[in-house]
């Protein structure tokens, strides 16, 4: 009973926290599905957005616009990382990871330390209403009509001719240029609209908490592919709909899970371990899978 009492009472408070890592979880699906760049750029944009914010905030600024640079700033991370790639050709993870890096080194500037409290700061909830930052239900109902909204606006721009040809050049990029389709500009366009949704969730992430630090984004990138690869075993990848609902369903499921082995008394240190361990089984097993449909083939 108190392993049971224990999940049912962090169900709402991982919920709300689902719900803003779903933006992180769209942030990770759009270049690895739709434009097929594998991108590690979030482990970097996540943190910056959560540090213009917050600078931005401790500034004075008003928190709907400081929560629009952080998004600006996750959309030139984004952008960088693809300029990276196609300017110096360098592989689409090596670019990534050289971005991640050196943004570590610019959030430690734009914030000036490692962490920062923002407590005394007004935040976009606020002014929203005054019980958002304590109400957990009323954060729900909120982030959960946000990331409806954005799944709603992805959907009908993924049906545009634009969108088509996002697609196309993460379906075949070599193809793209006879189509009269620019793979620069959408490999651009496609990562910056990626890294601008995870600089939203990293804004969102330090109002909601009322905390910031520059190391916010280590691990993000895992627990992301594993929410990611948890919906789309649910909902599966055949429409746009599905696709874009895999990121919203498995960041619920992930973080329920993880609610799941905190109320077995599993340590929170261990779980990017689990973490590990459950998208390396997930990704292998389809391998593993055709390794041995290979041998029963000769075999007969």
Not at 11 to 20: D, I
Not at 129 to 157: C, D, K, M
Not at 193 to 207: E, K, M
Request: with cysteine.
């Amino acid at each position: 009973m108190d392993f049971l009492q224990a999940f049912l009472n962090l169900v709402p408070v991982t919920l709300a926290q689902s719900l803003v890592y779903a933006l992180l979880v769209m942030g990770i699906m759009i270049p690895i599905r739709l434009v097929g760049f594998p991108d590690l750029t979030c482990e970097g944009s996540f943190p910056l957005g959560g540090c213009v914010c917050a600078a931005l905030l401790l500034a004075g600024w008003h928190p709907v616009l400081a929560t629009l640079a952080a998004i600006a700033a996750g959309v030139l991370a984004g952008a960088l990382t693809a300029l990276v790639n196609l300017r110096f050709g360098l592989s689409p993870l090596l670019a990534g990871i050289v971005v991640f890096t050196a943004l570590y080194s610019i959030n430690l500037r734009v914030l000036g330390q490692s962490n920062v409290a923002l407590f005394d700061t007004a935040s976009l909830f606020q002014l929203i209403h005054p019980e958002l930052t304590q109400s957990v239900g009323l954060q729900i109902g909120f982030f959960a009509l946000l990331v409806l909204a954005l799944l709603f606006a992805l959907r009908w721009y993924l049906r545009t001719e634009s969108g088509a040809a996002l697609r196309v050049v993460g379906v075949n990029a070599d193809l793209a240029p006879s189509l009269g389709i620019s793979d620069w500009t959408y490999t651009i366009a496609g990562l910056a609209l990626a890294n601008g949704l995870v600089g939203l969730g990293g804004a969102l992430i330090v109002q909601q908490q009322g905390f910031v630090d520059v190391g916010m984004g280590l691990g993000v990138l895992i627990n992301g592919l594993a929410s990611l690869v948890i919906g789309e075993a649910l909902t599966g990848r055949k429409t746009i709909t599905r696709q874009l609902a895999a990121p919203v369903v498995g960041s619920i499921l992930y973080f329920q899970l993880v609610s799941l082995g905190l109320s077995s008394g599993l340590k929170p240190g261990d779980l990017k371990l689990v973490t590990a361990v459950f998208v390396l089984i997930t990704l292998g097993l389809p391998a593993f899978r055709a390794r041995g449909q290979a041998r029963e083939t000769i075999r007969v």
